[in-house]
């Protein structure tokens, strides 16, 4: 009883910090971006146990034009350490255990008009290490694309394309994503950021595209926002992993505070590993 009560607090302060680097949702129906593309440094290996998935994408929403039959789904390039979704694992050594990338489309069958859309498609995967540069674009006519340039492997490419049935796509992600118990320790740094639209939007108008604060929460920081032509250039976007940790922790504080005095003592003693624990205000 113990366990399940405390592993509910974690996943609900989990999802409660989990977080977008930013996100941009177009106001015109008539509207999409055609093209997102940022590049990035791989981060060391995670010290907690879970999955991390640190993403740019490219999404529909109901008033997209051709939502259906395709329905929504996220057109998105993944870096991953642990477990996922992703296909062709097979192909490298140790996909739970390295950073590895690929594209991807994941579409859970929500609302889509054809069964045979739903599900978690992609193409190649590619193991990665720390330290090496990833250049990723997602866009109507590529799923994903990653490019290592490490050491040893310059030029190494993996691309999946998926027939999105002329979608619009209409929101626009970054983000680093954590489940089954994952806890940043590493800053997150994406970089010369680039989205492009069929059209100015109306968004812009009323300033709320390509801003430095539009969908950001307390743990990111986007620098140097530019707008020209119905493309949106970024500096940089940093995801910065002490608030992140603090939110979680304080959360949990909280959380656990709500608890009787003896109950939380049992569950700090017994269950919480050192790394979770609440001790900051």
């Given at each position: 009883m113990l366990r399940y009560t405390t592993a509910i607090a974690i996943l609900l302060c989990q999802l409660t910090v989990r977080s977008t680097a930013f996100f941009w949702m177009l106001k015109d129906?008539?509207?999409?971006?055609?093209s997102f593309s940022a590049n990035m440094v791989v981060p060391q290996n995670p010290?907690?146990?879970?999955?991390?998935f640190i993403w740019i994408g490219l999404q529909s929403t109901r008033n997209s034009t051709n939502y259906q039959p395709t329905g929504n789904g996220v057109l998105q390039p993944v870096l991953t350490f642990g477990h996922s979704c992703a296909p062709h694992t097979e192909q490298i050594a140790s996909p739970n255990g390295t950073w590895h990338v690929s594209g991807l489309y994941v579409n859970l069958g929500l609302d889509n008009?054809?069964?045979?859309?739903?599900?978690?498609?992609?193409?190649?995967?590619?193991?990665?290490?720390?330290?090496?540069?990833?250049?990723?674009?997602?866009?109507?006519?590529?799923?994903?694309?990653y490019v290592k340039d490490g050491p040893g492997a310059h030029g190494c490419t993996v691309i999946f394309t998926y027939d999105m049935s002329g979608q619009a796509q209409t929101f626009a992600i970054m983000e680093v994503e954590?489940?089954?118990?994952?806890?940043?320790?590493?800053?997150?740094?994406?970089?010369?950021?680039?989205?492009?639209?069929?059209?100015?939007?109306?968004?812009?108008?009323?300033?709320?595209?390509?801003?430095?604060n539009h969908g950001l929460a307390a743990v990111e920081n986007c620098s140097n926002v530019k707008y020209d032509h119905n493309?949106?250039?970024?500096g940089s976007c940093v995801f910065s992993a002490s608030?992140?940790?603090?939110?979680?922790?304080r959360c949990l504080?909280?959380?656990?505070m709500s608890w009787s005095p003896s109950f939380q003592q049992l569950i700090r003693l017994s269950l919480l590993p050192t790394s979770v624990m609440p001790t900051e205000a």
């Open positions: 129906a008539n509207n999409s971006f055609n010290t907690n146990p879970g999955s991390y008009a054809r069964s045979e859309k739903v599900g978690c498609f992609g193409g190649d995967v590619m193991d990665v290490a720390p330290g090496d540069t990833l250049d990723k674009a997602c866009s109507v006519q590529s799923g994903g694309q954590l489940l089954h118990h994952a806890l940043v320790d590493f800053d997150v740094t994406f970089q010369d950021i680039k989205l492009s639209t069929d059209n100015e939007d109306s968004a812009v108008k009323v300033d709320q595209f390509c801003t430095t493309q949106c250039t970024i608030p992140a940790n603090r939110e979680f922790r504080k909280k959380m656990l």
